[in-house]
Nanobody
């Protein structure tokens, strides 16, 4: 099973941008898709965005559509989340995950490998 490590989180001001990265390691890495989720303390994990590892098709949560962009670099086994126009409500822990089944858009069920997370804090 792949090991995932996120990076790129930090403290920014409202309106700023951040780019999160998620690097996968392992002998072979061929998921159906890669996704980003986020979770605030005491709340359920929330889907953010996902991308097909093969076709590159994407899907987004309505709350981030138009502000966040997910992309991938298959050669580097890395997925990115470009976050623009950040808002204080985006201040949570962000996780990346690898899906090994279908129905990977907005559904956490197919995701089997998870990173430890990277914190994003947006000040107003």
């Amino acid at each position: 099973q792949a090991q995932l490590v996120e990076s790129g989180g930090g403290l920014v001001q409202a309106g700023d941008s951040l780019r999160l990265s998620c690097a996968a390691s392992g002998r072979t890495f061929s998921p159906y898709a890669m996704g980003w989720f986020r979770q605030a303390p005491g709340k359920e994990r929330e889907f953010v965005a996902a991308i097909s590892w093969g076709s590159g098709s994407t899907c987004y949560a309505d709350s981030v559509k138009g502000r966040f962009t997910i992309s991938r670099d298959n050669a580097k086994n890395t997925v990115y989340l470009q976050m623009n126009n950040l808002k204080p409500e985006d201040s949570v822990l962000y996780y990346c995950a690898a899906a090994y089944g279908s129905n990977w858009c907005s559904n956490s069920g197919p995701y089997r490998s998870w990173g430890p997370g990277t914190q994003v804090t947006v000040s107003s």
